[in-house]
């Protein structure tokens, strides 16, 4: 059985940082791309940032810069880490692999 397990979200002030994880199991996260997908209050879901098998990573245009993709094949562990977080980054963030789907974690921006 494949899972993804999604943490690290949370309320954060504008201009602040946080590190999303994801834990997978059932899934040697070495032989597939991952993806963290967000979606907003009353908005459709979004993918946010890409890591390839050879770790090539991809960003949507709004967090290029600050957002970063990385992954831990040993601990099968995917993370994003967002720096200088908006209002605008405020959703349920997602981890992503096929078809298969974390549970979110939620990300809240606010002074």
């Known amino acids: 059985e494949v899972r993804l397990v999604e943490s690290g979200g949370g309320m954060v002030q504008p201009g602040g940082s946080l590190r999303l994880s994801c834990a997978a199991s059932?899934?040697?996260?070495?032989?597939?791309?991952m993806n963290w997908v967000r979606q907003a209050p009353g908005k459709g879901p979004e993918w946010v940032s890409g890591?390839?098998?050879?770790?090539?990573?991809t960003y949507t245009t709004s967090v290029k810069g600050r957002f970063t993709i990385s992954r831990d094949n040993a601990k099968s562990m995917v993370y994003l880490d967002m720096n200088n977080l908006t209002a605008s980054d405020a959703a349920v963030y997602y981890c992503?692999?096929?078809?298969?789907w974390g549970q979110g974690t939620q990300v809240t921006v606010s002074s």
């Open positions: 992503n692999s096929h078809v298969y």
């Open positions: 059932g899934l040697l996260i070495s032989s597939t791309a």
């Open positions: 890591i390839s098998v050879d770790g090539f990573t």
